[in-house]
């Protein structure tokens, strides 16, 4: 038998295939990008133990009723406003000068009849359980927006214009801090956090009728 | 001298294509690698609400609860009350303890106790399903959640 040089697999056409495989993914691909609001629930408690009493002036009462109407403190109030009125609360810093509640950085107006600090400061969110959950979600992420704005503000004077507490913790949760600064960034953002802890309570909603 | 002579003819050298396999298998092994295909049907329509206050959810750690009203072709079948979906099917309140177990041992064992459930809720449910998915959480002792949400504000709309 005469032998034969094999002859070469022509791959002229590999770029085509590969452009319909490619084609396909592109088409199929759904790069999630899953973000939200993180909440830590309370964890389950002894129904015996008494719930701590808390001072009427120290709690901001943010109800929703089934229409998704807003009632704060007893009044009602547009969503656009919720989150003024959460700093003004939050901020407030009652305490009288001098008494070891005195609140040093806060720059509210003072009033004796709102909360006596951060610390002591609690929003306590009331639903329907017919609320809708797209005015739920809208609540808390207001509520949020307002702590946000007060630890980037408490941020900003204690370490610097540019250390934002948002932008930093976001880059901490994703990792783009070097790992030389994570520990220190972490330090800088539990201080923050001491100094405006998230106190939201949630209460059982109410049936209707209730 | 004449080596550096010009070339005469003014032929374009038509570009050499060799590569171009190469190129394309790059890009669409990119596209291979983070594509994710839907594993679980969506059996309710699920349009989450608007909230720009969000953090990035750790995909490794995370088991997702479903939560909204039959999409239309389920409606026949299980009415247009809103449900709650684990994996591919329908749970209900008194069973979601079971499923959300075995949802989290489907998790790197290394990570179970760092679970964090993330609640995927369409938009029109009522909050009160929500209230008892976040009571049956407590009672499992998975306190770790989060809201998912579109990017957006609700009062861009007012």
């Given at each position: 038998m005469a032998r034969r040089a094999t002859p070469e697999v022509n791959a002229g056409s590999m770029a085509d295939i590969a452009f319909l495989l490619l084609i396909f993914f592109l088409v199929t691909t759904t790069i999630e990008k899953d973000k939200g609001i993180a909440r830590q629930l309370p964890p389950k408690q002894d129904e015996n133990i008494e719930p701590p009493i808390i001072k009427a002036k120290n709690t901001f009462i943010v109800s929703v009723n089934q229409n998704d109407q807003l009632l704060v403190e007893e009044e009602l109030m547009e969503l656009k406003d919720l989150k003024e009125a959460a700093i003004a609360f939050l901020d407030?810093?009652?305490?009288?000068?001098?008494?070891?509640?005195?609140?040093?950085?806060c720059k509210g107006q003072r009033l004796p009849t709102s909360s006596d600090n951060p610390d002591k400061a609690v929003i306590s969110v009331q639903n329907d359980r017919l609320t809708s959950y797209k005015m739920y979600i809208a609540v808390q992420n207001e509520l949020v927006a307002a702590y946000n704005e007060l630890r980037n503000r408490e941020g900003k004077r204690l370490f610097?214009?540019?250390?934002?507490y948002t932008e930093k913790k976001n880059a901490l949760n994703e990792g783009k801090i070097p790992e030389s600064q994570a520990e220190d960034t972490e330090e800088k953002l539990k201080k923050i956090q001491e100094l405006f802890p998230l106190k939201l309570s949630e209460a059982e909603p109410k049936k209707r009728g209730e | 001298m004449s080596k550096f002579k010009k070339k005469k003819g003014g032929d374009l050298p038509a570009v050499n294509t060799a590569s171009l396999p190469d190129i394309v298998f790059m890009l669409l092994f990119f596209f291979m690698v983070v594509t994710v295909l839907r594993n679980n049907d969506l059996m309710i329509k699920n349009e989450l609400p608007k909230a720009d206050e969000v953090e990035k959810l750790k995909k490794d750690r995370s088991v997702f609860i479903f939560a909204g009203k039959p999409s239309e072709q389920y409606q026949a079948k299980f009415g247009t009350e809103s449900k709650i979906q684990i994996g591919d099917k329908f749970t209900d309140v008194s069973s979601l303890q079971f499923a959300l177990t075995e949802a989290r041992q489907k998790l790197r064992p290394e990570l179970q106790d760092y679970v964090v459930v993330a609640l995927k809720v369409?938009?029109?449910?009522?909050t009160g399903l929500v209230t008892d998915i976040k009571e049956e959480l407590r009672e499992l002792n998975m306190v770790k959640i989060i809201y998912i949400a579109a990017p957006g504000s609700v009062l861009d709309q007012n």
């Open positions: 407030n810093g009652g305490a009288p000068s001098g008494s070891p509640e005195y609140c040093s950085y610097g214009p540019n250390f934002v | 369409d938009k029109e449910t009522n």
